[in-house]
């Protein structure tokens, strides 16, 4: 009998705060596999161009780890 493991569910969450006049603070929390511990990491950054990467990096991340190769759409 061959047992089989549910697929991993990844998961990235992008929470925005608006700081005042031109200020933001978004909070990208990241889970590779959220039935694993520990369950997220959370990182802080101040601008759209440094989440969009933190989501890239992640994306990769989760295609290496799954076998899916780098162009997966």
Wanted: with cysteine.
């Amino acid at each position: 009998m061959v047992h089989s493991r549910p697929p991993r569910t990844a998961v990235c969450v992008l929470r925005v705060e608006n700081r005042g006049p031109g200020e933001i603070l978004i909070t990208v929390t990241t889970s590779l596999d959220i039935a694993a511990s520990p369950r997220g990491q959370a990182q802080r950054v101040a601008t759209y161009e440094e989440a969009l990467s933190m989501v890239a990096s992640f994306l990769r991340e989760y295609a290496v780890r799954e076998n899916l190769g780098p162009n997966v759409s």
